[in-house]
């Protein structure tokens, strides 16, 4: 008989495989007093795939926060679907890790007591989970004040530590909702930087998914695999913009015509669906 080989087995991109399923989804809250509720995304259509790293931009007011706290299963869809793994979001989860602008960190607690309080909180604090407390604060870069409490770090160290407490309990899906807001420029492009290094080197290892919050482009630019842009309120999708540049993005990617076009491209998206939208 002749001799058979074997096809080679497919290599699969995680990408391709669909952790966040948005169909036809409509978000809102509750309004004030005897007010309509307010509806603050319509019609959602998109889907985000395992290991992405997704940043949403859009005008204040647009749903961003409300679609990410939906995502956290802290909101109410209202109609429509929301599926992550296929199935319906009902309510937060083990899953799922989210990161403020605000760290929000417990004054009584030194770096290393607030970075370990996810695991405790879900009761796997055992050698193992110690041990990767320790790796994570070394990796945020606190190794030398991990004895510190809060009111002795700066802004950008203690959303260091809000981002290791996030990281701390290994997610499939890493939420952040404008975490560098309130940080002044400098500190912000630095753990911009620090981000990018811990998402290579830990999150995408492990295929989680990120879900980043902000209103400014180049950042969106800088972080994003895709750059999902809303519309002004009732927000909707305006464009799903795919950032092909290569990781890490150094200096010399930030300042390259590339880089450029895909800010561009973001703002027009941005502008235009400012124009259209306008009564």
């Known amino acids: 008989m002749p001799e058979t080989m074997n096809a080679p087995t497919p290599v699969v991109d995680p990408r391709a495989t669909p952790h966040i399923e948005v169909d036809h989804l409509y978000l809102g809250y509750p309004g004030k007093g005897r007010s309509a509720p307010v509806i603050a995304c319509r019609d959602l259509n998109f889907t985000i795939g395992r290991g992405e790293f997704v940043v949403l931009v859009g005008p204040s007011g647009c749903g961003k926060t409300t679609f990410l706290e939906s995502v956290a299963g802290l909101g109410h869809v209202g109609a429509g679907e929301l599926r992550i793994e296929g199935k319906p979001v009902s309510g937060p989860g083990r899953d799922r890790s989210l990161v403020f602008q605000s760290p929000s960190l417990f004054p009584w607690r030194d770096v290393y007591g607030n970075v370990i309080f996810g695991v405790q909180a879900q009761g796997r604090l055992d050698a193992e989970a110690r041990q990767r407390v320790r790796e994570i604060i070394e990796m945020v870069g606190l190794s030398h004040v991990a004895t510190w409490r809060p009111r002795q770090l700066s802004g950008g160290m203690r959303q260091r530590v809000n981002l290791g407490r996030a990281l701390v309990t290994q997610p499939r899906l890493l939420l952040l909702d404008e975490p560098f807001g309130a940080l002044d420029a400098q500190t912000r492009e630095m753990l911009q930087d620090e981000l990018m290094r811990i998402w290579q080197e830990s999150a995408m290892s492990r295929s989680t998914t990120a879900i980043f919050v902000t209103h400014d482009v180049r950042e969106a630019v800088l972080l994003a695999d895709r750059v999902i842009v809303f519309s002004r309120p009732p927000g909707r999708v305006l464009e799903d913009i795919r950032v092909d540049l290569p990781r890490p993005r150094a200096s010399v990617v930030r300042r390259s015509q590339s880089?450029?076009?895909?800010?561009?491209?973001?703002?027009?998206?941005?502008?235009?669906?400012?124009?259209?939208?306008?009564?």
Request: proline fraction near 5%.
């Open 259 to 279: 880089f450029a076009r895909y800010e561009q491209r973001v703002l027009d998206a941005l502008y235009h669906g400012h124009q259209a939208d306008r009564p």
